[in-house]
């Protein structure tokens, strides 16, 4: 818009805002840059200093003739937006003096006349919405592209100084407390009359404090960045205090030679510019949504109590209770609270290694009942192929038995060789109840029942006592019989065998919802941790050579496996640790 104006060979006044040494650190000569400007093509190039003398003077006897009641000032156009929109009823506490910006505009338009185009060029984005009584406002990052854009350098234009009227302590303004040092009113900051701020957080909570009273009658003085020279417009990045520190050097160099009888004059001259602003009360507060709703998001949030809510800011909000109006809204998320963000984090990192460790059972599971197949396989394989020539030994070494005589030395050998095909016989047909392809044959059983006839059927010795503990409410369930019968008859005589000194063998029967649950606990030798993952391996035992066929717990498995079931195992085998003993626990479906 700016290049349009120019472009059309209009009249612009280029009103040049005081912050500007801070961001044209290079040339500490003033006249350099207004040159610049001028070789833009502007009509004239005015110091918006001036506007902020005249400014100071309306806001010092505002100040000197203070009726008691608290105003604010400042030429901030964010802070007064935010006040319009946010604390409608403190726009009658706005001092209505316009800004330096718009006092220059005005003295423009009395110097070259009201036809005249002004364009602001300083650090501030906020400007461009400011007034209308300013046609544009270009930043300082926008002023030195337009620069480079026009091939402008600071060699090739001739020094030039601003147009007039000239400034005076006005060129202190954009930096905070820039104001108070203009009008010479730094002792009323010590006595607490006057407060200054800058930053967002800080205007923020003073706005606040004075809304609700606190200070009811103080002078407060307010900017939304850190002074001007922090504003987005400056593209120096720059820290705080170096850019103050250059402020602080051009005012003092100006004021080396400065001719107060002139600036008076200068004052004067321009006393009838009307420096009077109108604030409007817009308000756009959101309605306080109802508070069951403002609950039900901060109980979401994890904030039960009024202990949880932390009102650490981290979220953007000063407090839960904004940050959840502010979710109703739609305007914001529960995931911006850190506190909740974190503690979520936590939650998914318990619940994705609970899915891993769940992941690596079903996996080993899985390789377990890969394994099996293929051994069943192979093992139906083999004891097809051996069960023949076992049956045709064991007829015939029977035959030889009945016509050999009693004294023959041979008949030993004879009857090895019974004993060891009898043997042989009983490994295949391990192996084929380990390798059955036959369904499962489902009928009811009272289990309680069922326990005690399978106890029957195994050899208790005399030093091992045996209890049955049952809880369940309905004791009948469906499964295969013959096959259960050899799962608790296997884990019973293993539970027997681990128990070489005596002990107690208790089977505890339960229920939950859609399980059985069957608990075989001994109080044996236990099983060494090396052995616990290779407990349903085929042909693994621990038992002595001739005396384990490795087949009784895998069959227990595959039998379990074909009732959907699970088996779990639990066993200490270290006395430094506790009692030893293992127990066995099968959790059958209740099949309707
Ligand atoms: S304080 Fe920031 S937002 Fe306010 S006028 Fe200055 S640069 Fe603009
Ligand atoms: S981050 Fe969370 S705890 Fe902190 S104020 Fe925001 S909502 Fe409250």
Redesign the pocket.
């Known amino acids: 818009m700016v290049g349009e104006m120019l472009s059309r060979g209009e009249k612009v006044v280029a009103c040049l805002a005081p ?1 500007f040494p801070a961001d044209f650190p290079e040339s500490d000569n003033h006249r350099v840059l207004v040159g610049m400007i001028r070789a833009l093509g502007f009509y004239k190039v005015m110091d918006v200093a001036f506007g902020a003398d005249l400014v100071a003077l309306e806001y010092r006897k505002i100040i000197e003739n203070k009726s008691g009641k608290g105003f604010i000032t ?6 007064v937006f935010y006040i319009e929109h946010y604390h409608p009823d403190l726009v009658p506490n706005l001092v209505p003096v316009a800004s330096p910006m718009v006092a220059t505009a005005r003295v423009a338009k009395k110097l070259y006349g009201t036809d005249v185009k002004v364009v602001f060029i ?6 461009k919405a400011e007034s209308d009584e300013v046609d544009d406002a270009l930043t300082f990052i926008e002023l030195k592209q337009l620069f480079k854009i026009n091939n402008i350098l600071p060699d090739n234009v001739p020094l030039s100084d601003f147009d007039g009227p000239h400034s005076g302590k006005g060129a202190i303004f ?1 930096i905070s407390r820039g104001l108070l040092q203009s009008v010479n009113k730094t002792d009323d900051i010590i006595d607490g009359e006057i407060i200054v701020t ?1 930053g967002k957080s800080n205007f923020k909570d003073a706005i606040k404090e004075f809304e609700e009273g606190a200070m009811a009658s103080a002078h407060l003085e307010l ?3 850190n ?2 020279i ?4 400056m593209s120096h990045k720059n820290g705080h205090f170096f850019k103050r520190r250059l402020i602080s050097k051009y005012v003092q160099k100006k004021l080396a030679n400065f001719d107060t009888f002139f600036w008076e004059n200068e004052l004067g001259s321009f006393g009838d510019i009307d420096l009077s602003q109108t604030f409007i009360a817009r308000d756009r507060r959101l309605e306080t949504p109802d508070s069951q709703k403002i609950e039900k998001i901060l109980r979401d949030m994890g904030k039960q109590t009024a202990k949880d809510h932390l009102n650490c800011g981290a979220c953007g909000y000063d407090t839960c209770v904004e940050h959840a109006i502010a979710i109703i809204y739609g305007s914001a998320e529960s995931e911006m609270c850190l506190p909740y963000s974190i503690e979520k984090l936590h939650k998914s990192i318990i619940e994705l290694n609970l899915s891993n460790e769940k992941l690596a059972n079903a996996r080993m599971q899985l390789k377990q009942s890969e394994k099996l197949a293929h051994m069943g396989q192979l093992s139906a394989g083999i004891a097809h192929e051996l069960n023949n020539p076992l049956g045709v030994i064991t007829m015939y070494s029977n035959l030889l038995m009945e016509d050999i005589r009693k004294d023959d030395p041979a008949i030993k050998d004879l009857e090895l060789i019974v004993e060891q095909a009898d043997r042989c016989k009983k490994i295949v047909g391990g192996l084929l109840n380990f390798a059955r392809k036959n369904q499962v044959r489902l009928s009811e059983n009272n289990i309680v029942e069922f326990a005690n006839r399978s106890l029957e059927s195994v050899v208790v010795p005399a030093n091992i006592k045996v209890n049955i503990e049952s809880m369940v409410k309905n004791p009948y369930i469906m499964f295969d019989s013959d096959q259960m019968m050899q799962v608790f008859t296997n884990i019973e005589k293993n539970a027997i065998e681990a128990m070489p000194e005596g002990g107690t063998l208790t089977l505890t029967i339960d229920e939950d919802n859609q399980h059985l649950i069957v608990k075989f606990k001994d109080t044996g030798t236990g099983i060494s941790e090396e052995n616990m993952d290779k407990l349903f391996t085929p042909f693994f035992t621990t038992k002595e050579p001739g005396k384990g066929t490795g087949l009784g717990l895998p069959l227990v498995y595959g039998i379990i496996k074909m009732h959907n079931g699970r088996i779990d195992v639990q066993s200490n085998c270290d006395l430094t640790k506790g009692p030893t003993g293992t127990t066995f626990t099968l959790i059958i479906p209740r099949t309707k």
């Open positions: 912050s400042s030429d901030c156009p964010a802070i300083g650090p501030c984005v906020a400007k954009p800058a900017l939304c960045c002074g001007c922090m504003g987005p417009g």
